[in-house]
Each structure stands twice: as structure tokens, then as C-alpha cells.
């Protein structure tokens, strides 16, 4: 499947969408916002009393030879207490932030989840499944960042900027204004970063991307890849991919290494000759303490530490944003609308008219199709691939809404029906079953909460349930991943017990015997002439023998009916294409015989 999809998702960045995702979840504990603020503001006041009280024992006490003991021990005892407090309120203070970022994460990740489950199919057409990992789990994980690394360092070097301002102005109001002109430079240094990392960081984020889903592709497919000798191949393309990762991972470190660190400390080493040229000034003239020297020059330290910091952190504030982009657009896809309303499914007549649909313009995949089909009826769809079988099947689910025409289930609009009168009335056998990594009465209840009388009648109905008993743990018995210890054919059987464990009174069964052993598809066979009465059928079909019962056959072509009737009117037509697709298979099977008996 193409990237193409992602690759449309990620054009433009939404970064108005993105900060207002990850603001949102920063004003939405208050009590908790505020709690470290103020902790925040403690801690810092406690950081910046230490230098005064140093400045004091200076020009108060060594350049006064005065070292009275009860005065000295208040200082040390004010200056260590001040220390302490700092450190423990900066934990505290610490803590808060992390909460914050962990339960932004938790709910954010959950959000992004809970969409992604309600998201239409045909989202699913041009997604990869990598890729919509990567946003759930790496983009998400991205996103505490801002809140730990840089919303929390940024207010604490912020607010300490501030009280170390005011120090310094109630020291000396001159060197504070020389000092001051750190700031503009700094901020000068953190355009000019943005302007050249941004692209950079969004490209980043997009390899890793793209590195997630090669890795899923290729371990999902691993029997091909090692069966047909493309590990060379593989290897080679993720090694493009890798490639392209460092490159763009370097251009955001080159931009880093040279705008960040090493220039806001040029830039503080040259504020700081200023501030002792501009003391050495007022030092001639007489206006000058020795002890606010030391004080400023203290507080000059740790005035460059919070800029450089905050410049640092910028670095994943870019990727934050570009993080938060990615899952805002992400939200923003439209997610698949039912109607609200109380009608159910009871009878499980279907009525298609001039059906029409397409999946890309000017395409179309069917084209005025109709079909009824009474309650309790049994129809099959057959054709060669590409006739628009599973798609008439997906329509019937109301994953994709039609081009034209209508469908009709129990004389309501499809589109009129909730999610729940569908999903409880409308079974589902796929081609490729789906087994969870969990018991097998987890596999067959899937979160309904069924009674266990009712799981085990859907197991009877599917000729499973003896196997089952006969296992050691029965219906607890764990599967492990995509069903490993069942075979082909009763993964097959346990996804038939799944689909009438609810009662739908309509079951649908795309290619449901075209993976399995001629066993399983007597089993099949077995279960549709049990349900044909009792339950609205529609089968697309494959092997044509699983379907000789059916009360009327539907063969498609280029998404239209080509013919249409019993198993024996279709054999009658000399030239149909239903017959010569039977007579196909039948030889085929023949051959096969002759082959494992000889």
C-alpha cells in the first residue's frame, strides 16, 4: 500500500491546530497548574536570596573585619536553608510538571486511539499501518516533552530570569540594563534556529514514520520476503530510508550545535566583559561595592544557564509541535456517522437498487446493480476478482457510502440504521480470519458479554465445539498470536462461531472457504444449509461447489450482472460464464486428485 495517504495527512502542517491541542491540555488542570506555579515562584525566590545573603557577609562582614559568631551563623544558617528549600520546592515543583505531561499523554493517546477505531474505511485505503502507530505511540510520547522538557524548564528559567532581573536592579540598576542585553540577543538566536531546523525536525519525524511501517511491512510478510530471496532488497530500502533519517537528524544537530550552546555562550562572555568594564567604571568614580560584584557576577552565571537552557529546549519544541501537528491532523479526519435512532434489523430482507459506487473518480467499481433478497433467502456473488464482489459486501456493511442508488434492510435506508442495529444484525465472515491473542471465548464473545450457553451453541453451529472441549483448559484455552494453535481451517471455524454467536439475522461471508482444506469447506457448507432459512445469506464465493444450494446466483462483471440464477439455470447456458467458471474448477480439481493419488 502506498504512503501516499500519510504523505497527504502530513503536507501542511496544522501548527495553529497543533498548539491549540497542546494548550488546551495545559489550562485544563488548573489547581494543578497553578499548585506548581507557585511552588515555581517559592523555589525561586529561595534560588535567588542566596547570592544576596553571600553579598552581605562580603561588604558587611570580610571587608569589614567583622566576624561576630551569631552573625555569621544567621547568614550560613539563612544561606543553607535558602539552598535547601530551593531543591526541595524545585522537586516538588518537578513533580506537578510531570503529572501534567503523563496525564496529557494518557488522555491525548487514548483520544487518538479511540478516533482511529471510528474512523472510516476508506481512511483505511491510504493508511499504513507503521505509520498510524508511529502517531499513536511516538508522536503522543513526543508530546510530553513539551510539557517535562520545555514548558516546565522554560517557566522555571523564565520566572528565575525574573527574579534574578529584580536582584540585580535592586543591586545595581546600570549592570542590570548591560546584562540585559542577553535577552534580545538570545531571542534573536532562537528565530534564526526555528527558521532553519523546522522543516528538518518535520522531515525527521516523517522518516521515523516511514521506518516504522517498512519494519511492520516486512515482518508481516516475512515468509514472502525470505521465500522469494528479497532480504537484499529489503534491507537495501530501509537502509535508503535509514539513510535519509541521519541526514536530516544531522541537519537539525549542525543547526543545534552551532545556534544554540556555543553562541549563547559568546554571547554571555561578552555580556560579561561589559558588566566588568561597566563596574571598573563606577569602581573609579567610588560608587561601587566589592560584594555587588561578586553578587552580579554570581547572578551572571546563572542568568546565561536559564538562556541557554531555554534556547536548548527548543529543539524539542519544534518536535513537539511537529508531533502535535501530526496527531491534530490526525483527529481531524472525519470519522464514520450512524444514525442514533432505535430501528433494528429483525427480518433481514435486503433490497438493492441501481447501486453505483466508486473508489476513486471516473472509476467506477459497480455500476447500477440491484438485488433482492428475502428474509431468510440464500444469494452467492461470484465473479472474477476485480468484479466488485467484497465490495458490494462492504457497501452492505455501510463502510463506504454508494455513488448511487440505494440499499434497503428491512424497507429501512441503510443510512438511517445505527451502528448498533448494524453491527448486531449484520454478521461478518471474512476471507482472512482475525484472532485475537486471548482464549478462545474471548475470540468468539469479542466484548459482547454472551452467556456461555450462547458461545457454546455458536461453537456447535460451527462444528467447533467438540475440538474445544477436547482441549485441556476448553474455552479458556489462550491461542496466542493470530490464532497459532489452531489451523488454517479452524481459525476459519472459530470466526464463523464469532459471527452467529450474536444471532445476526443477516450473515455475510466473503470468500470464507477460499484459504481452507476441502474439510473445512464441507464444515462450511455444512453450517450455510443449517442457517439457509433461518438467517438472510449472502455469500461470495470462490469454489462454486460451496454455493450449488443457493436460491439464486448473482455473476458479476466489471462490477454488473452478467447472469443471474440457480445453480442448475446457470449450468444450462451453453456459452454462460458461471458454467465455464464451474467446469473450470472442476477440472482443476480433478487434475489435483490425480496428482496426490499418483
Known amino acids: 500500500m502506498s504512503a501516499a495517504g500519510d504523505d497527504e495527512l502530513q503536507a501542511v502542517p496544522d501548527k495553529r491546530g497543533a498548539f491549540r491541542l497542546l494548550s488546551e491540555y495545559v489550562v485544563r488542570d488548573k489547581p494543578l497548574l497553578i499548585k506548581a506555579l507557585l511552588l515555581l515562584l517559592l523555589a525561586t525566590a529561595a534560588d535567588v536570596a542566596g547570592p544576596l545573603l553571600l553579598k552581605v557577609f562580603i561588604d558587611d562582614h570580610l571587608l569589614q573585619n567583622d566576624f561576630e559568631l551569631r552573625g555569621l551563623l544567621l547568614l550560613l544558617l539563612g544561606y543553607l536553608l535558602t539552598q535547601v528549600a530551593a531543591a526541595w520546592l524545585r522537586y516538588q515543583q518537578t513533580l506537578r510538571f510531570c503529572d501534567m505531561a503523563l496525564a496529557a499523554v494518557l488522555d491525548i493517546r487514548e483520544r487518538v486511539f479511540a478516533h482511529v477505531l471510528r474512523l472510516p474505511m476508506a481512511f483505511y485505503d491510504r493508511a499504513m499501518t507503521g505509520q498510524l502507530v508511529s502517531r499513536i505511540t511516538n508522536d503522543t510520547e ?164 536559564p538562556l541557554a537552557e531555554i534556547t536548548q529546549r527548543f529543539n524539542l519544541y519544534q518536535q513537539a509541535m511537529v508531533a502535535g501537528s501530526r496527531v491534530h491532523q490526525l483527529i481531524q479526519e472525519g470519522e464514520q456517522r450512524y444514525q442514533a435512532g432505535d430501528a433494528r434489523i429483525s427480518a433481514g430482507a435486503i433490497s438493492v437498487r441501481n447501486l453505483e459506487f466508486h473508489y476513486q473518480a471516473g472509476k467506477p467499481v459497480l455500476r447500477r446493480l440491484s438485488l433482492e433478497v428475502p428474509a431468510g433467502g440464500f444469494v452467492a456473488v461470484v465473479g472474477h476478482t476485480g468484479s466488485g464482489k467484497s465490495t458490494l459486501l462492504n457497501l452492505l456493511l455501510n463502510f463506504y457510502t454508494p455513488s448511487g442508488g440505494e440499499i434497503r434492510l428491512d424497507d429501512q435506508p441503510i443510512a438511517r440504521l445505527s451502528q448498533d442495529a448494524l453491527r448486531g444484525g449484520i454478521g461478518l465472515i471474512p476471507q482472512e480470519p482475525f484472532v485475537l491473542a486471548a482464549s478462545i471465548r ?74 481452507v482444506d476441502s474439510e473445512t469447506e464441507q464444515v462450511v457448507q455444512q453450517a450455510l444449509n443449517a442457517l439457509h432459512g433461518k438467517v438472510t445469506l449472502v455469500v461470495v464465493a470462490h469454489r462454486l461447489s460451496t454455493i450449488r444450494h443457493a436460491d439464486r446466483i448473482l455473476v458479476l462483471s466489471h462490477g454488473e450482472v452478467a447472469e443471474a440464477g440457480t445453480h442448475a439455470q446457470l449450468l444450462a447456458k451453453p456459452d454462460g460464464l458461471y458454467g465455464s467458471m464451474y467446469r473450470l474448477q472442476r477440472q482443476a480439481r480433478r487434475v489435483a486428485e490425480a496428482e496426490d493419488g499418483g
Request: include cysteine.
Open 142 to 305: 513526543a508530546i510530553k516533552d513539551l510539557y517535562v522538557q520545555f514548558l516546565s524548564v522554560v517557566l522555571t528559567n523564565v520566572i528565575l530570569l525574573a527574579g534574578i532581573i529584580i536582584a540585580m536592579g535592586l543591586l545595581n540598576v546600570q549592570l542590570m540594563l548591560i546584562a540585559l542585553c542577553l535577552v534580545p540577543a538570545v531571542v534573536g538566536v532562537i528565530y534564526v534556529y526555528q527558521r532553519l531546523s523546522g522543516a528538518a525536525v518535520g522531515h525527521t519525524r516523517q522518516l521515523r514514520s516511514e521506518i516504522n511501517a517498512s519494519i511492520s511491512e516486512s515482518i508481516a510478510g516475512m515468509g514472502v520476503i525470505q521465500a522469494g530471496n528479497q532480504q537484499q532488497r529489503f534491507a537495501a530500502q530501509f537502509e535508503g530510508l535509514n539513510g535519509q533519517y541521519y541526514d536530516a537528524r544531522m541537519r537539525t544537530v549542525r543547526a543545534g550545535a552551532l545556534l544554540l550552546r556555543p553562541a549563547i555562550d559568546l554571547l554571555s562572555v561578552l555580556v560579561l566583559v561589559a558588566v566588568v568594564w561597566g563596574f571598573g567604571l563606577q569602581l573609579v568614580s567610588g560608587v561601587a561595592e566589592v560584594g555587588v560584584l561578586y553578587a552580579f557576577l554570581n547572578y551572571l552565571s546563572r542568568f546565561t544557564e
Open 442 to 515: 474471548d475470540n468468539i464473545d469479542m466484548g459482547r458479554n454472551l452467556d456461555q450457553a450462547a458461545i457454546e451453541d455458536a461453537a456447535r453451529q460451527a462444528h467447533l465445539h467438540s475440538l474445544i472441549e477436547a482441549m485441556p483448559e476448553g474455552y479458556q484455552t489462550l491461542l496466542g498470536e493470530r490464532g497459532t494453535r489452531l489451523s488454517t481451517g479452524q481459525r476459519q471455524q472459530l470466526i464463523i462461531a464469532r459471527a452467529l454467536a450474536a444471532s445476526p439475522r443477516i450473515l455475510l461471508l466473503d470468500e470464507a472457504t477460499a484459504n
